[in-house]
């Protein structure tokens, strides 16, 4: 069975390339779902794959890729459905 998460993301974190470096982890963990920005400068990830892979995800969202600041990582349950085939950026 699978694992998924939502993370919302706060800090520095558009603009800098988080979304695409977010996808490029997660294809190479093998997880599926997505990352998009919201209205409020924050990013929200979608996390759908093996217990380990999303949390090794869930790490590295911690610090996220080099030109962003993460500040704070808020995880919430989610529902493996939520998630299609692959992993989008929007």
Known sequence: MD???RFLVSGVVQGVCFRA???AQ????GVRGH??????????VLAVGG???????AHWLQH???HARVDYVQREEARA???GVG???G
């Open 35 to 44: 990352a998009r920005n919201l209205a409020d400068g924050r990013v929200e």
């Open 64 to 66: 996220g890729p080099p």
């Open 3 to 5: 694992a998924a998460a």
């Open 51 to 57: 217990a380990d892979a999303v949390d090794q995800l």
């Open 26 to 29: 997660a294809q190479r963990l």
């Open 81 to 83: 459905s939520d998630a």
């Open 87 to 89: 992993f989008a950026v």
């Open 21 to 23: 470096n977010t996808q």
